[in-house]
């Protein structure tokens, strides 16, 4: 089986660029209303939005229901096919190990994420999964789309957990 190439790009983002991170970042801001872990995600084709989803662990009780797995799985219901290599994937933070192996798996061309993530990330943080070489596809990735937005969106977030915790005790 033929390897897909690694591409390298800068991180220089475009007007369209900022717009998708943009529509990602309200759907982390519609998770957060629905107390989820405010992630979002967006997969555009050809400049195209075709899904737009974020977090729903909570609310359908399913570990697997993150953003991106969600956004991936209706962009390819709606594309018909079971990869979408032209697809880009914008997403509110770096994609955990099961979403890098979704994007692996689903061939998508290019993922362009805000924030970094420490604890589980698994791009550029903890692991490199959409660029290891011992996988049959690789990404371009991007990192640092308004990295401060979505990551005061998520502090927010668990800041009011923790404060919700202490009123609890």
Known sequence: MERSSIQTIDNQFSDADITFMQLAIEQAKLAMLQDEVPVGAVIVIDNQVV???????????????HAESLAINEAISKVGEKIIPEATLYVTLEPCSMCAGILVL??????????KDPK???????????????????LIVQSGLLEEESSQILKQ????????????N
């Open 120 to 138: 589980s990330g698994a791009v550029d943080s903890l692991y490199s999964i959409t660029n290891d070489d011992r996988l049959n596809h690789r």
């Open 157 to 168: 977030f668990f800041k009011n957990k923790r404060e919700e915790k202490k009123r609890e």
């Open 51 to 65: 899904a737009a989803r974020h977090n729903e662990v909570e609310t359908t009780k399913n570990a697997t229901a």
């Open 106 to 115: 689903s061939r998508v061309k290019r993922l362009v994420y805000a924030a």
